[in-house]
Structures are given as C-alpha cells and as structure tokens.
C-alpha cells in the first residue's frame, strides 16, 4: 500500500508523566514510512509539563488550550483538526482524552484506541460523571482497548466487563540507550554506609511519597548517613517538605522537583524505590532496571510482570512502611545481592520493554484496527 496511515495521538495532558512520555516516544519511534503521527493535546498548561518536547516534535503537534472538559469548544477544534487533516485513527491516552476521543471517533467514524495506563482502581478518584463516561466509553464506543500489563487487562475485563477480544495487553517501553550505558556500579558502593536511595515520581497521593518518608525515618535510625532523593513536582510537594521537617529527617531528603537529567540522577544512586499505592506499569521503574540500580517497588498494578520477586528486586505491600523500611535495609547491606539484581533486572528490561518493541505491537495493533475498519 502506497499511502500512509495518519494517526492521532490524543492526550488531555502534557504534564511531565508515564503516557505522556510514552505519547512521546511512540511519536518518534513509529515507521515514517508506513504511518503519519499527529499529536493533539489539550486542556490547562503546567509549569512542569513536556511542552518544550512536543513543540520539538519533527511531527505536526497541535494544542488547543482549554479550561473545561465539557468545552463544546475543545470537542469542535479536535474534531475539525481530524476532519482537515484526514486522520485515519485516533489513539488516546488518559481520562479526558479516552471519552473525548471515542464520542469524537464515533461521530467522524474513525476507529479509535485507547491505552489504559492504570488500572480500575484509579477511576474511583474521579467525579461520578467522569468515571461513568470512562466506562461507558470503553464499554461500548472505543474500537479497540490497550492496557500496560495483563493483570491489568484481567481487571478490566472483570470490573468494566469489557470483552476478551476488545482489549489486549502491550507493555510500555523505554528508549533504553542512554540508560544502558550506565556502570553496574557507582564508584563508592562499598557497603550500606552514605548511599543514596532515589525516588522518581509525581508528588501525588497516588505515588505515597509520604509512605516513603515514613520507611526513610527507619531506615534513618539504623544508616545515619543515607540520602534520600525525591524526584518530582506535584501538588503534595508542600505537605511531603512539612512532612519530612516533622519526622526529623529534612536533613537527609532532598527534593530536587522536575530533573530532565534522570540518567545522570540514576548514575549517582545506588537504590531506586516506588511506594505507589495504586500503578500502570512505571516507566520510571523501567528506566531504574536499565540503570542497573537495586529496586524496591510495591505490589500494585502491572509490578509483578516487570519485576520477578528476589529476581529482578524486591516488592513490598502498598502502605506497609516497615516492610519498605526492611527491604530498603536489606539492598543497603548486601551489595552482592543488589548487584546481581540489577543484573538481571537491566536483562529483562532490555528484552521485553524497549520502545523498538512497545512500537512494533502498537503499529501491528493500528493495522489491524484499520483493515477491520474498512471491513
């Protein structure tokens, strides 16, 4: 076929995140040759955001400020973009973009994706409306469901009663180069003494940060001398600073807000930990097992595909601060076992979350779509 695909990448956020940075390395790894990438984005500009990258996107990027998810203003300027530039299929990523873009694809008759980057449990914190129209959406009017990992898939499918073949599982990828070049291991890691424990994430109720600072005071208590890395913006920010001063340990966390220098950040730290309460599949996480760093995670969401339990890491239940203390204690004073970890954990990322990968199944998955739209 001479012609190329032209697809809609649909989010209802730049915010510097996990889909948002997927949005963006799908936009650059994609065959130029067979598919013609659009990004649109709308909704209120953030100070820590990924404008900058998608304005530097060599693909058309289009954004359509708005400060309404009911706007009749924000339906009409995507849905007239799809209809001036022939848009074959939308793809959308996060809440507001899944129901507007599958009411807006129903409309124009073009067949739409949507990539679920959580799981259910993330709708129950959204207002009653939009949880019902995030549901009905996928329910009944997208073409096609991704989820990041199979568990999750599972949890649709029994929560949202989505059929079998209406949704399929491919897992987030990472541009691993320049994590992979990363040493296996830091220069002064010798023992459990003045390490560097580094957490990157939003500073959300989602990711419990406050969790963490809870585990950091016990692990305080026991290696004086750790630092504690908080990497991230988030409306908790303020909250986890007063947090940190009332624990004690101020002196021993940092928090260093939005770094677009995480290899390097990863490069100088000898354990990555995530205390979320609730997860997709976190890209975050990816990029720390490519950096050949220890992890300690949570058991939420899609964790147990990308991290084998004593394998790959260590996973702690979500909100237990002595076990998180205990695990992050327990890389701290083996160096061997972090090592060999990380070993395998850079392995396994390599070979089944890259973004070469990740893009091939989400091309295949547009193809398929597109041929059984023309049906």
Same mark, same amino acid.
């Given at each position: 076929?001479?012609?190329?695909?032209?697809?809609?990448?649909?989010?209802?956020?730049?915010?510097?995140?996990?889909? /948002?940075?997927?949005?963006?390395?799908?936009?650059?790894?994609?065959?130029?040759?067979?598919?013609?990438?659009?990004?649109?984005?709308?909704?209120?500009?953030?100070?820590?955001?990924?404008?900058?990258?998608?304005?530097?996107?060599?693909?058309?990027?289009?954004?359509?400020?708005?400060?309404?998810?009911?706007?009749?203003?924000?339906?009409?300027?995507?849905?007239?973009?799809?209809?001036?530039?022939?848009?074959?299929?939308?793809?959308?990523?996060?809440?507001?973009?899944?129901?507007?873009?599958?009411?807006?694809?129903?409309?124009?008759?073009?067949?739409?994706?949507?990539?679920?980057?959580?799981?259910?449990?993330?709708?129950?914190?959204?207002?009653?409306?939009?949880?019902?129209?995030?549901?009905?959406?996928?329910?009944?009017?997208?073409?096609?469901?991704?989820?990041?990992?199979?568990?999750?898939?599972?949890?649709?499918?029994?929560?949202?009663?989505?059929?079998?073949?209406?949704?399929?599982?491919?897992?987030?990828?990472?541009?691993?180069?320049?994590?992979?070049?990363?040493?296996?291991?830091?220069?002064?890691?010798?023992?459990?003494?003045?390490?560097?424990?580094?957490?990157?994430?939003?500073?959300?109720?989602?990711?419990?940060?406050?969790?963490?600072?809870?585990?950091?005071?016990?692990?305080?208590?026991?290696?004086?001398?750790?630092?504690?890395?908080?990497?991230?913006?988030?409306?908790?920010?303020?909250?986890?600073?007063?947090?940190?001063?009332?624990?004690?340990?101020? /002196?021993?966390?940092?928090?260093?807000?939005?770094?677009?220098?995480?290899? /390097?950040?990863?490069?100088?730290?000898?354990?990555?930990?995530?205390?979320?309460?609730?997860?997709?599949?976190?890209?975050?996480?990816? /990029?720390?097992?490519?950096?050949?760093?220890?992890?300690?995670?949570?058991?939420?969401?899609?964790?147990?595909?990308?991290?084998?339990?004593?394998?790959?890491?260590?996973?702690?239940?979500?909100?237990?601060?002595?076990?998180?203390?205990?695990?992050?204690?327990?890389?701290?004073?083996?160096?061997?076992?972090?090592?060999?970890?990380?070993?395998?954990?850079?392995?396994?990322?390599?070979?089944?979350?890259?973004?070469?990968?990740?893009?091939?199944?989400?091309?295949?998955?547009?193809?398929?779509?597109?041929?059984?739209?023309?049906?």
């Amino acid at each position: 076929m001479d012609q190329r695909y032209k697809i809609m990448q649909l989010t209802g956020s730049l915010a510097i995140g996990g889909a /948002e940075k997927l949005i963006l390395s799908l936009a650059e790894h994609i065959d130029p040759e067979k598919f013609e990438v659009h990004v649109c984005a709308f909704g209120k500009p953030k100070a820590n955001s990924y404008m900058q990258e998608f304005q530097n996107l060599k693909q058309p990027f289009h954004y359509i400020p708005s400060n309404s998810f009911y706007s009749p203003m924000t339906y009409l300027s995507i849905a007239r973009y799809v209809r001036d530039n022939k848009i074959d299929l939308i793809h959308t990523h996060l809440i507001f973009a899944d129901i507007i873009g599958s009411v807006l694809g129903k409309l124009l008759k073009v067949p739409v994706v949507t990539t679920l980057h959580n799981e259910p449990n993330s709708y129950r914190k959204r207002r009653l409306d939009r949880r019902w129209l995030a549901r009905v959406s996928a329910e009944r009017i997208t073409t096609h469901l991704v989820t990041v990992a199979n568990f999750i898939r599972d949890q649709f499918m029994i929560y949202w009663k989505i059929p079998d073949g209406k949704v399929s599982c491919i897992y987030n990828g990472v541009d691993l180069d320049e994590f992979l070049h990363i040493p296996e291991q830091i220069e002064n890691d010798t023992n459990e003494a003045g390490l560097t424990i580094v957490n990157v994430a939003s500073l959300t109720a989602q990711k419990a940060q406050h969790i963490l600072l809870e585990a950091a005071k016990l692990v305080l208590s026991e290696q004086p001398d750790t630092r504690f890395l908080i990497v991230g913006k988030g409306d908790l920010e303020e909250s986890l600073k007063a947090k940190a001063l009332a624990l004690g340990i101020s /002196e021993n966390v940092v928090f260093t807000g939005v770094r677009r220098d995480i290899p /390097e950040i990863l490069s100088q730290s000898h354990i990555f930990v995530l205390s979320s309460l609730w997860e997709g599949l976190p890209l975050s996480a990816i /990029e720390a097992m490519a950096a050949a760093r220890g992890v300690v995670v949570t058991d939420v969401g899609g964790i147990r595909e990308l991290i084998e339990p004593n394998k790959h890491g260590l996973v702690v239940q979500p909100g237990d601060v002595k076990e998180l203390a205990n695990a992050l204690l327990m890389l701290m004073r083996n160096q061997s076992l972090r090592i060999s970890y990380a070993k395998f954990a850079r392995e396994n990322v390599r070979t089944l979350f890259n973004i070469e990968l990740t893009t091939r199944q989400y091309q295949e998955l547009y193809l398929t779509v597109l041929d059984s739209a023309l049906v």
